[in-house]
């Protein structure tokens, strides 16, 4: 079968060492940097512009930045603490002084995401901001992250897909010397690329941002879409590998078949996505006909 070598990239940018200590910044930390500085200047660019929004917009650009420290503490404690409760509660529970050790790697888009949206309340909650079109940017922003964390997930060599024969296959370091498929570039796409210039779209030409909740709704749906579709081509996480469930799925469905648990954890964001994309049309439709009214 052919493959492609996997890339002579070092996960590390440069190492600084002094007596004794070393530092290193990582591709993986400079993702994560770039995806949340990044989203703060479109988020800021959004709210610069009043002419998408119904009525003036939900922050100001100054109130962005503080928006970020929020937005950082939630993806930083949220990402850990659902690696940590999703994927190895019982590993964590034995070793409690490893939850902090962040270095070490492990975190979840899924606990990130609930970090996020507890920050967001806190945060318009404080300010007395409107929750809804807040999350609208925020939304907007989110498949920026993702697009980096995705890269940096493949430079890292983690998280690969199912072995494959198709000839876009990667040899990963760690996948056992088997052709894999780089799922981490298929989210990156598609998580990332894709969804960005979708909610663009929907937002600065579609005028969705002025249907609060409308953009919450569209992530929801969009992300948990295509988690769940490239799901079936990433290996699934090896902490529930049994000897009676050795492809680890987290929920069985027949003799060979299931669900992994980016599948289990994205089918609650589809249906929120369409109970929120309902909730912003029904709310848009009530708001025109009560001004049609008056």
Same mark, same amino acid.
């Given at each position: 079968m052919l493959?492609?070598?996997?890339?002579?990239?070092?996960?590390?940018?440069?190492?600084?060492?002094?007596g004794g200590l070393s530092f290193s910044l990582r591709w993986y930390a400079l993702a994560y940097i770039a995806g949340l500085a990044l989203g703060w200047r479109y988020v800021t660019w959004l709210v610069r512009r009043p002419q998408l929004w119904r009525g003036a917009p939900p922050m100001t650009p100054e109130q962005t930045e503080e928006l970020l420290t929020w937005m950082v503490a939630g993806v930083i404690l949220g990402g850990r603490l659902g690696f940590v409760l999703f994927y190895q509660p019982e590993y964590f529970l034995q070793h409690p002084w490893q939850i902090l050790q962040l270095w070490n790697g492990g975190m979840s888009f899924? *606990?990130? @995401? +609930?970090g996020v949206a507890v920050g967001v309340i806190g945060f318009c909650r404080a300010r007395g901001l409107p929750l809804a079109s807040v999350g609208d940017c925020v939304a907007m922003a989110a498949p920026i992250g993702l697009l980096f964390g995705r890269v940096a997930n493949f430079i890292?060599?983690?998280?690969?897909?199912?072995?494959?024969?198709?000839?876009?296959?990667?040899?990963?370091?760690?996948?056992?010397g088997a052709p894999r498929h780089p799922s981490q570039l298929y989210e990156a796409a598609l998580e990332g690329a894709l969804l960005f210039a979708l909610m663009w779209w929907l937002g600065t030409r579609r005028g969705w941002l002025r249907?609060?909740?409308?953009?919450? *709704?569209? @992530? +929801?749906l969009g992300y948990g879409c295509a988690r769940a579709f490239v799901e079936l081509f990433r290996q699934p996480d090896a902490y529930f590998q049994t000897p009676?469930?050795?492809?680890?799925?987290?929920?069985?469905?027949?003799?060979?078949g299931g669900l992994t648990m980016g599948q289990l954890l994205s089918l609650p964001m589809i249906a929120a996505g369409a109970a929120v994309l309902a909730l912003a049309w029904r709310r848009a439709g009530a708001g025109r006909a009560g001004g049609g009214a008056a």
């Open positions: 493959a492609i070598p996997f890339p002579d990239i070092d996960p590390a940018i440069f190492t600084i060492e002094l899924h *606990g990130g @995401f +609930l890292n060599g983690e998280l690969w897909g199912r072995v494959t024969d198709v000839p876009w296959a990667v040899i990963f370091p760690t996948g056992g249907r609060p909740g409308a953009m919450i *709704g569209a @992530f +929801l009676d469930n050795p492809m680890g799925y987290a929920l069985r469905l027949g003799a060979e």
